[in-house]
């Protein structure tokens, strides 16, 4: 039976994220509700791109810790923002990475790079930076509601959603699932795979990489846009919801930090 290799931590992790990864596998399936086709080409398609690794700017409240209510509110992140104005709050993973280079978990950069190659038709400039908090059930959907009020008027057809971790996940699987009911397609991205057994999204890709590195270490240009290029063709091939398409890179970069 497939399951997640965490060898890349230190053996106090491997051990807890093992645990974690049998406590899933005991879970019932949940399964999403919704799930809306994606029916025009990609090159046509405007595609949006919501961030669930706690990110924000210098000049905006961060995320913090507490699960106060201005942690349930999204965050607008330009596609042309400054990367040495960019944080992650990391709740429940390691930030390190993602400091020397966002584009290992907030790809946006790249994914505009793959518009101007002419792969996808356009790309919206705002992205959604949700964080980890999922415990107030109503606070969050009102953010999600909000969200697609503002992807509806700019008539987004899909939308990209990558979490960082356990926790972010959860908050990820709420927003891919509120997007298909609102008729907006959805593609997820994560690195756990027996939470994704648990609760896959309508569409999702597993790649066996570290929390907060899912497009891969610092300075991988190539392979990150690979792995954007994997998710998006998720929207044309995969004709059913919950189905899981496991991406065959290996982690090849040595062990992490857990910090």
Not at 96 to 104: L, R, Y
Not at 109 to 122: H, T
Not at 156 to 180: G, K, M, Q, R, Y
Request: hydrophobic share 35%; charged share 30%.
């Amino acid at each position: 039976m497939k399951k997640t290799d965490f060898s890349f931590y230190d053996k106090g992790k491997q051990l807890y994220y093992e645990q974690l990864a049998r406590s899933f596998r005991g879970r019932e399936l949940q399964k999403p509700d919704y799930w809306m086709p994606f029916e025009k080409d990609i090159e046509e398609a405007k595609i949006a791109f919501v961030s669930v690794a706690e990110a924000y700017l210098d000049d905006q409240e961060p995320f913090t810790e507490e699960g106060k209510d201005s942690d349930y509110d999204f965050r607008k992140i330009d596609s042309d923002y400054e990367e040495e104005d960019l944080n992650f709050l990391g709740s429940d993973w390691d930030t390190s990475e993602a400091e020397e280079d966002p584009n290992v978990i907030f790809p946006i950069k790249n994914l505009v790079l793959l518009q101007k190659e002419g792969v996808i038709g356009e790309v919206d400039n705002t992205v959604y930076s949700f964080s980890g908090h999922h415990e107030d059930a109503e606070a969050l959907q009102e953010s999600i509601e909000t969200v697609i009020e503002e992807l509806k008027e700019k008539e987004v057809d899909a939308a990209i959603v990558v979490p960082a971790s356990v926790d972010t996940c959860e908050v990820a699987w709420e927003v891919c699932n509120e997007l298909e009911g609102s008729e907006i397609s959805t593609a997820m991205l994560h690195v756990f795979y027996e939470q994704l057994l648990n609760k896959p999204a309508p569409r999702t890709a597993y790649i066996n990489f570290p929390f907060g590195r899912p497009f891969g270490p610092a300075d991988s240009r190539m392979l990150n846009t690979a792995i954007l290029r994997d998710i998006l063709r998720l929207f044309e091939k995969n004709k059913r919801p919950a189905r899981i398409l496991s991406l065959n890179y290996i982690w090849s970069w040595g062990d992490v930090s857990t910090d």
